[in-house]
Structure formats: C-alpha cells, structure tokens
C-alpha cells in the first residue's frame, strides 16, 4: 500500500530496489534525449526542517490507524540534550527515529504532486529528500525555480551550493548554465559566485543515488576511488587480525567477509562491466590480500613476488587453488570471499531485470513515454548501458554452457534460458524473481566443477567434502557464545587446513615421526600440509571427537534438551569387582552423549560421534562415490559394532559421523533434525533471544557449534603433533600446547 500511494508522485524510497530503478530511469532517459539536463537538488537539514502538521494531516487522510503511535512520538516537544544545553524539538523527523523516513515522504507528497502537475514538460524521480528533474534546460529551470521557491514557503532551505546538473550535450549544457543558479553545472557548485573563488570546469557527471552518471572517464574515476577504498578498509582489518584479543583473526575474517568484500556490489548492478571491471579487480586484490593476512601472519597465499620467491613450488601451487576456493561461496565449499569481477556481468542483467520487472508493474507512475516503455527499447537502443547489457547476456550464456558440460552426468546443459526463466534481452520482464541469484549460484557452481576437474583426486575429494551441509558452517560463525569462538592460532590453523595450506606450527618442524605403521620400519617422514599427522597413531583423535559431542549437547542444552555426556561413561571403562573403575584399563574410547529427545523417540539417544579423514592412505583405496561417503562408512561401523550393546542398555544408538573437512554423515544430519524437531514440538526452536541473527534457529547454531568444534579439535591436535616431534628431536619447548580450552 505505502510504495503504490507514494509513487504516485515518483517517490521510490519504499519500492523495492527503488534506488536501482530511479537510477535506470535517469540514465535510460538521457540515453534517449541526449540534449535533455538531469538537476540534482538538496535541502539543509531536510529531516529536522519537514512540517510536524503535514505530517499528521497525511497520516490522517491515508493512515489514520497511525496517528495515536504518531502522537506518541511527535505530539508533544521532545527534549534534547547537546554539549550540556537542553533544546526543545518541535519541528521535523527526531534523529534516528525509525519511521523518519515515511514521514518525510508523506509530508513532501502534496508539494511533490503540485510541482508534477504545474511542470508537465519535466519528469520528476524522488528518493526520500533527493530530487532529480528531467527535461530541457528551460523546462527544468523553470521547474527548479519553482522548488525553490516552493521550500523557503514551506519554512525550509534549498542548499543550492549543493545542487548540480549534468547534459550528456553540450548544446544543451551551455543553455542549462545560462538558466540555472551559477556554479551548479561547475565542479564546486553554485558556492563558488558568493565565495569569489573563480569558475569550476564543467561537470564530467553527477553523482545520482550512490552511482555515478556521466562520461566514461568520469565513471571509471568513481568506481576506482570506491575500489581504493576497500583497500583502506582491509588495512584495518589487518591491523585488528594483528590484535591480541582471543577473537581477533574470526572477527577479521568476518569483517572481510561480511563488510569488505561486499563494498562495491551494489555498483555491479548498474555499472556496465567493461567501465567497472578494473576496478573490480583492484578491489578482489585487496580483499585477496586481506584475507591472506587472515590465513597466516606472513603473505600465506604469496601473493607479492619476493614472498613468492622465497616459497618452494609446492607452496605456491597450493597458495593459487586456495585463492581459487577462498573465491567460492559456502554452500559451494570456498570463503564466500566472491570475486567481484567475476559476477559483474551477473549483477549487471540482475540489477536490469529488476529495473524492467519494477516499471512494467509499478502503477500511478507520473513518468514519460522513454521510462515507462523501457522494455521495448532496450534490445535495440545504441546507448552504452543497453549495449553493455547484451553484451553481458551473450557472454553470461556461453560461460554458463561452457560451465555446465563439466558435469559430465549425461545430462543436458543447464543454459542462461533455463536458469533465468527468459529468452533473452526482450523478455527480461519475464526472468524469474531473483535473477542475479540464480545466475551467480548457477556461475559458482561451474566454478567449482572447473576447480574440481582440474585437480589432483586428493584435491578433489577435499573440496567435495568441504561442500557438505554445514561444513563451512565455523566460517559463518558470530564468536558470541563459547561453543562458537575460535581462538587465534586455532582458526588460522583451522583455515590452512581447510584450504590444504602448509600449516605454520609444521613449517618449521621436523619432518621425521616415531610413529608405528604397519609393515614399515623407522621413523614416517611427515608433511607440512599435515596429510601424515591427521592420520598419525600418535594424533589426538579424542579432542576433536569430544568437542563435536560438546557441540551438539550445547545446541541440545540451548532448548531445554537434557544432554549430557556422563550418563554412559561408566558403561565404557572396565571395572573391578568391586565396582570401582580399573586403573589398568588404557583404553582411548571416549564417553558418547545421551539425548532425550521424547518428542522424536521413545528411547534416550546415544549419540556415537566419528570423524573420518577422506584422503588417508586407505580411504584413497576405494572410490568417493558421494558427498560425505566415507562418514557414512564410519557410521556403518559404528552401528555394526555397537548396536547389540545399545539395545541392551536401552539406549537408541544414533551415529553421527562427519569427515575432517565437513562433510556430515547421514546420522549426523538426523541427529542434528531431531534436536530441531525436538525443540519444534517444545517451541523453543527459534534461538534469535539469545544468539541473534547470527543462528537465528538451532538447527543453524548446531551446524555452527559442530562445525567451530571440529576444526578446533583438528587444529589443537596438529600443533600438540608439531609439539611432540620438536620434543622428540631435542627442541626445547616450555610446556605442550594445552588443547581447546
């Protein structure tokens, strides 16, 4: 109801991708009346300054079910308290109040709709207090004279030192400029003339909604300047990677992640790819860069040739398929850290088809001809953006057949038809909901397929299983609750495992193990990728078996499931006659959870947790015929050989298996189902009170919790394996690492 009342008078605030489609609108109808001018204008503190009384008399007429929270709020005076002196606010939208913005549209709608109908030569675009008037120079002047005029009436004030225009003509410019406030069309703005500081060059662009309008050069300046900026933003992020805190490297990569490596796609949308691929990849540079600051302390992906130098071949192979898959999103077994430059033409047909989509079903729009009836112009328009948006299409399509013959399963190739939902250019009206999602879903996808195809089968196998449901789950983990954070050394180990990376704690270890194996004589020579010390006899298998059990009884204890891990530790020890436990028995078996899950079973759940390696020696015997086979085969044995047991002890044996790099076995996943549907039937599921939108639900905190659990255990094991080679050796250590504390 609020975005077709306002954009009856062209406001697009509440629309959705309003800002993306006003955008494409200005620049799509200069495109098609190049002697036009585009007039940019700006109020003084328009927020503080917009009338309390035309907000009400708005409300009252379209809302009046709003109006008793209104009064609430603005009925009275409110007092502010600023550098010791007290102020009364009687006028305008309090600071940060979250209806100001509705507000303000509601309360500029009567004079937005006036100025529409006294100038119908001029096409008015408003986002919230931005206006943007279309037309021939003395139309839009007449137009913005008026505005002017029409704010000072209404007790605000036009900042016309801010206000700026731009014609792609210069016929058209030069008679803008004989109209309009002096300055606006002169890099300076109309401030220069009262400040006496001389005359500006002519504008190359404007700056409309966060993109830039205007020459190639001046666009291809813009996107630089943002990509530079990235940079500077990464270099905090380092230098908080570098902070003592126990978090600091998670929180650095989440940073990264989350804020950095997001910067400029909301300029992938609108900008055409041949003006924002470099800088595109200026910023995938940094955000590399950055995260290679994250991985190890010291360029661990060698990115800058003296590093490079320095590192042996094998270091630098490993270091690029790193950078490829740090390049993939979660779901698909990378970082999530995107390559911008690889989605651009994605982004730039998906922010299209939601501009196309947004004005063939948007009504009461007061708009000419050249907006409305976009969809028909665009597959034949010479301007650039359409040109460029053919151009994406035909490239996006042969990259995705290209992709898709990778499968190798018999299927037919999924083609850009099939995952848009449309034929082409002309039936963008028609592409399905969230286009750029499924184009760059369906792009990540072929570029794990081509990453996989062109690897080792150990290398293959480690990015299948990194591909399993929850397997990345430790990287989307917010370090708010104990079974969640990641300490420093840990998550840096962690990631340079996952990534098969040479690990820092074995870099500088000695190669000889004194571990028995079958057949063999003399000392193992281990690796520094720690291939040989996630498989070793000696390795601490426990830690990590225990702290993924830790991590399902805290997503079990997180809605009132009575778990715990004590119930059956009598049951695995033997004992003496007389009941105590036997002090002679060593055996390594460690105590599994009970779940009481009443709501799912009639039985307690004995949760028998295994985490198998899919690259030892004996698993590369057989075939990886799935995603997380070989949990499965763990959970096989484990059901094989304790079945019986369980029964007798009326316990209902569930295995929970899941690989090194993952990949969760079939009982794992049922397991983690039935805690939820557990918590379901209590309504204790949506866990947003006490982890946030962070896990919102516990299904996704018990992901995170097994996830951050196992690569905690696994990275606090290989240094203690680092620890004991060195002691073997005769170097001196001050005291073995302590395990996940």
């Given at each position: 109801v609020i975005p077709d009342l306002l954009l009856k008078t062209n406001q697009f605030a509440f629309s959705p991708d309003g800002a993306l489609a006003a955008f494409n609108a200005i620049r799509h109808h200069l495109a098609a009346h190049p002697t036009h001018v585009c007039a940019a204008t700006d109020k003084s503190s328009a927020f503080q300054r917009?009338?309390?009384?035309?907000?009400?008399?708005?409300?009252?007429?379209?809302?009046?079910?709003?109006?008793?929270?209104?009064?609430?709020?603005?009925?009275?005076?409110?007092?502010?308290?600023?550098?010791?002196?007290?102020?009364e606010s009687r006028h305008g939208c309090q600071q940060g109040c979250a209806w100001g913005t509705l507000l303000y549209a509601l309360a500029d709608r009567q004079r937005m709709a006036e100025l529409i109908e006294r100038h119908p030569a001029v096409a008015f675009i408003s986002f919230v207090d931005d206006i943007f008037m279309l037309g021939?120079?003395?139309?839009?002047?007449?137009?913005?004279?008026?505005?002017?005029?029409?704010?000072?009436?209404?007790?605000?004030?036009?900042?016309?030192?801010?206000?700026?225009?731009?014609?792609?003509?210069?016929?058209?410019?030069?008679?803008?400029?004989?109209?309009?406030?002096?300055?606006?069309?002169?890099?300076?703005?109309?401030?220069?003339?009262?400040?006496?500081?001389?005359?500006?060059?002519?504008?190359?662009?404007?700056?409309?909604?966060?993109?830039?309008?205007?020459?190639?050069?001046?666009?291809?300046?813009?996107?630089?300047?943002?990509?530079?900026?990235?940079?500077?933003?990464?270099?905090?992020?380092?230098?908080?990677?570098?902070?003592?805190?126990?978090?600091?490297?998670?929180?650095?990569?989440?940073l990264l992640r989350y804020c950095a490596e997001p910067r400029i796609a909301h300029l992938l949308r609108a900008a055409p790819p041949a003006l924002v691929r470099a800088a595109a990849a200026v910023h995938d540079r940094h955000i590399l860069r950055g995260f290679s600051g994250v991985v190890g302390a010291v360029d661990w992906l060698c990115l800058e040739p003296d590093t490079a130098d320095r590192r042996d071949r094998e270091w630098r192979l490993a270091a690029e398929l790193a950078a490829q898959q740090a390049a993939l999103p979660l779901r698909e077994g990378g970082c999530g850290l995107t390559s911008a430059a690889s989605v651009c033409e994605a982004a730039y047909v998906g922010g299209w088809a939601r501009t196309v989509d947004f004005f063939e079903s948007a009504t009461g729009l007061q708009l000419p001809?050249?907006?409305?009836?976009?969809?028909?112009?665009?597959?034949?328009?010479?301007?650039?953006?359409?040109?460029?948006?053919?151009?994406?299409?035909?490239?996006?399509?042969?990259?995705?057949?290209?992709?898709?013959?990778?499968?190798?399963?018999?299927?037919?190739?999924?083609?850009?038809?099939?995952?848009?939902?449309?034929?082409?250019?002309?039936?963008?009206?028609k592409a399905v909901r969230h286009c750029q999602r499924e184009l760059t879903h369906e792009l990540a996808a072929g570029d794990r397929r081509e990453l996989q195809a062109g690897c080792s089968e150990q290398d293959r196998r480690r990015l299948v299983s990194s591909a399993g449901r929850g397997a990345t789950a430790w990287l989307r983990a917010i370090p708010s609750a104990y079974h969640l954070q990641v300490p420093n050394t840990e998550f840096r180990t962690g990631l340079q495992f996952f990534?098969?990376?040479?690990?820092?704690?074995?870099?500088?270890?000695?190669?000889?193990?004194?571990?028995?194996?079958?057949?063999?004589?003399?000392?193992?020579?281990?690796?520094?990728?720690?291939?040989?010390?996630?498989?070793?006899?000696?390795?601490?298998?426990?830690?990590?078996?225990?702290?993924?059990?830790?991590?399902?009884?805290?997503?079990?204890?997180?809605?009132?499931?009575?778990?715990?891990?004590?119930?059956?530790?009598?049951?695995?020890?033997?004992?003496?006659?007389?009941?105590?436990?036997?002090?002679?028995?060593?055996?390594?078996?460690?105590?599994?959870?009970?779940?009481?899950?009443?709501?799912?079973?009639?039985?307690?759940?004995?949760a028998d947790v295994v985490c198998k390696h899919p690259?030892?020696?004996?698993?590369?015997?057989?075939?990886?015929?799935?995603?997380?086979?070989?949990?499965?085969?763990?959970?096989?044995?484990?059901?094989?050989?304790?079945?019986?047991?369980?029964?007798?002890?009326?316990?209902?044996?569930?295995?929970?298996?899941?690989?090194?790099?993952?990949?969760?076995?079939?009982?794992?996943?049922?397991?983690?189902d039935d805690i939820a549907k557990h918590a379901g039937a209590d309504g204790t599921a949506d866990t947003r009170t006490v982890m946030g939108w962070g896990?919102?639900?516990?299904?996704?905190?018990?992901w995170q919790a097994v996830a951050v659990g196992r690569i905690r255990g696994i990275a606090a094991a290989l240094e203690r394996s680092a620890w004991r080679r060195r002691q073997a050796h005769g170097y001196r250590a001050a005291s073995q690492p302590a395990g996940p504390s």
């Amino acid at each position: 109801v609020i975005p077709d009342l306002l954009l009856k008078t062209n406001q697009f605030a509440f629309s959705p991708d309003g800002a993306l489609a006003a955008f494409n609108a200005i620049r799509h109808h200069l495109a098609a009346h190049p002697t036009h001018v585009c007039a940019a204008t700006d109020k003084s503190s328009a927020f503080q300054r917009v009338s309390r009384a035309e907000m009400r008399r708005q409300l009252l007429a379209q809302f009046p079910s709003f109006l008793p929270y209104f009064e609430l709020l603005y009925g009275q005076a409110a007092e502010l308290f600023y550098e010791g002196r007290r102020v009364e606010s009687r006028h305008g939208c309090q600071q940060g109040c979250a209806w100001g913005t509705l507000l303000y549209a509601l309360a500029d709608r009567q004079r937005m709709a006036e100025l529409i109908e006294r100038h119908p030569a001029v096409a008015f675009i408003s986002f919230v207090d931005d206006i943007f008037m279309l037309g021939e120079p003395a139309a839009v002047a007449a137009a913005f004279a008026d505005w002017e005029a029409q704010t000072a009436a209404a007790g605000e004030a036009a900042n016309v030192s801010k206000c700026s225009a731009w014609s792609p003509s210069p016929e058209a410019t030069a008679a803008a400029e004989a109209l309009l406030p002096f300055g606006m069309l002169r890099e300076g703005g109309a401030g220069l003339a009262a400040l006496s500081c001389g005359v500006g060059r002519l504008l190359a662009g404007l700056k409309v909604l966060g993109h830039p309008l205007g020459t190639d050069d001046f666009c291809q300046s813009f996107y630089a300047k943002k990509a530079a900026k990235t940079g500077k933003l990464v270099d905090a992020i380092l230098r908080l990677a570098d902070h003592r805190g126990r978090n600091a490297v998670q929180a650095a990569y989440l940073l990264l992640r989350y804020c950095a490596e997001p910067r400029i796609a909301h300029l992938l949308r609108a900008a055409p790819p041949a003006l924002v691929r470099a800088a595109a990849a200026v910023h995938d540079r940094h955000i590399l860069r950055g995260f290679s600051g994250v991985v190890g302390a010291v360029d661990w992906l060698c990115l800058e040739p003296d590093t490079a130098d320095r590192r042996d071949r094998e270091w630098r192979l490993a270091a690029e398929l790193a950078a490829q898959q740090a390049a993939l999103p979660l779901r698909e077994g990378g970082c999530g850290l995107t390559s911008a430059a690889s989605v651009c033409e994605a982004a730039y047909v998906g922010g299209w088809a939601r501009t196309v989509d947004f004005f063939e079903s948007a009504t009461g729009l007061q708009l000419p001809g050249s907006i409305r009836q976009m969809r028909a112009s665009l597959p034949a328009s010479t301007s650039l953006h359409a040109i460029s948006l053919r151009l994406a299409w035909l490239a996006l399509r042969d990259r995705i057949a290209r992709r898709a013959e990778l499968d190798g399963d018999g299927l037919p190739s999924t083609g850009i038809e099939v995952v848009t939902g449309c034929g082409g250019v002309h039936e963008l009206h028609k592409a399905v909901r969230h286009c750029q999602r499924e184009l760059t879903h369906e792009l990540a996808a072929g570029d794990r397929r081509e990453l996989q195809a062109g690897c080792s089968e150990q290398d293959r196998r480690r990015l299948v299983s990194s591909a399993g449901r929850g397997a990345t789950a430790w990287l989307r983990a917010i370090p708010s609750a104990y079974h969640l954070q990641v300490p420093n050394t840990e998550f840096r180990t962690g990631l340079q495992f996952f990534l098969h990376l040479p690990l820092a704690c074995l870099v500088s270890c000695p190669s000889l193990c004194a571990c028995w194996r079958k057949g063999a004589e003399g000392p193992a020579t281990a690796d520094v990728f720690g291939d040989h010390d996630i498989a070793c006899k000696n390795h601490d298998w426990t830690g990590r078996h225990n702290l993924i059990l830790d991590g399902l009884i805290a997503a079990a204890k997180l809605v009132g499931v009575s778990a715990d891990r004590t119930t059956v530790l009598g049951y695995v020890r033997r004992r003496l006659p007389d009941g105590s436990l036997d002090p002679t028995d060593k055996s390594k078996k460690q105590p599994d959870g009970v779940f009481r899950l009443h709501h799912v079973h009639d039985l307690a759940t004995l949760a028998d947790v295994v985490c198998k390696h899919p690259t030892t020696a004996s698993a590369m015997n057989t075939i990886y015929r799935s995603v997380g086979c070989v949990a499965n085969d763990g959970e096989t044995t484990k059901d094989d050989k304790y079945q019986e047991e369980a029964g007798r002890l009326q316990f209902r044996l569930q295995p929970a298996g899941c690989e090194t790099y993952g990949a969760p076995g079939a009982g794992m996943v049922q397991l983690i189902d039935d805690i939820a549907k557990h918590a379901g039937a209590d309504g204790t599921a949506d866990t947003r009170t006490v982890m946030g939108w962070g896990a919102p639900h516990v299904r996704e905190f018990a992901w995170q919790a097994v996830a951050v659990g196992r690569i905690r255990g696994i990275a606090a094991a290989l240094e203690r394996s680092a620890w004991r080679r060195r002691q073997a050796h005769g170097y001196r250590a001050a005291s073995q690492p302590a395990g996940p504390s």
